[in-house]
C-alpha cells in the first residue's frame, strides 16, 4: 500500500501542470498505476512465450487444463542489461 500511495503521488505531481478535470486526471492516474502492476506484479507480467496472455491467465488455464490447482511457491528473475 505505501508503494502505490508513492506512485499515485508522482503520477499526481506529474499532472498536476494539466487543465484537465479532476475525474480525468485520476483516469489517467489509474491507467497509469494498471501499467506499473503490469511491470512489477508477477502474476500481472506478460508470458514471455506469449505476450498476449499473463502469468495469471497461464495459471489458471493450467488449473483447468489439469483439473488441479496451481501455487506458484517460488520463481527466479532475469535481468538482460542495465
Known sequence: PEVVAKEKEIYREQLASMDKPQAVKEKIIEGKLEKYYQDVCLLEQAFIKDPSKNISAIIDNEIAKL???????????????E
Open 67 to 81: 483439473g488441479e490447482n496451481i501455487v506458484l511457491k517460488r520463481f527466479v528473475r532475469y535481468q538482460l542489461g
